[in-house]
């Protein structure tokens, strides 16, 4: 059975970096997408970026673009998600999720992604 287990959160100054990851076991991580989404206290779940099984699209939230990169290394089963300038307002709990079903790069309907993670907290203050 798939399993994602994301790493990586803690406390960060404003402008700092942070990689999470997001380890799967259970099955091999090649015929899947995983997404990035995160979600702060009261308010929406947003989708940070994405990769499909390939590794070749990818897709990154507004927010994102220029400042997040994500990765895949199948053979380590393992999806990183590289962020730098953070910023306060991104803080919140950060999840990675697997879209077992079609293996596609899709921000805009998390539904679609049907294995989740736990999450891991993301604080970014001074």
């Known amino acids: 059975q798939l399993q994602l287990v994301e790493s990586g959160g803690g406390l960060v100054q404003p402008g700092g970096s942070l990689r999470l990851s997001c380890a799967v076991s259970?099955?091999?991580?090649?015929?899947?997408?995983i997404g990035w989404f995160r979600q702060a206290p009261g308010k929406e779940r947003e989708g940070v970026s994405c990769?499909?099984?390939?590794?070749?699209?990818?897709k990154y939230g507004d927010s994102a673009k220029g400042r997040f990169t994500i990765s895949r290394d199948n053979a380590k089963k393992t999806v990183y998600l590289n962020m730098n300038s953070l910023k306060p307002e991104e803080t919140a709990v950060y999840y990675c999720?697997?879209?077992?079903?079609?293996?596609?790069?899709?921000?805009?309907?998390?539904?679609?992604?049907?294995?989740w993670g736990q999450g891991t907290q993301v604080t970014v203050s001074s």
């Open positions: 999720a697997a879209d077992t079903t079609f293996g596609l790069c899709v921000l805009a309907d998390f539904m679609r992604y049907d294995s």
């Open positions: 259970g099955t091999t991580l090649d015929d899947y997408s």
């Open positions: 990769i499909d099984k390939s590794g070749e699209v990818i």
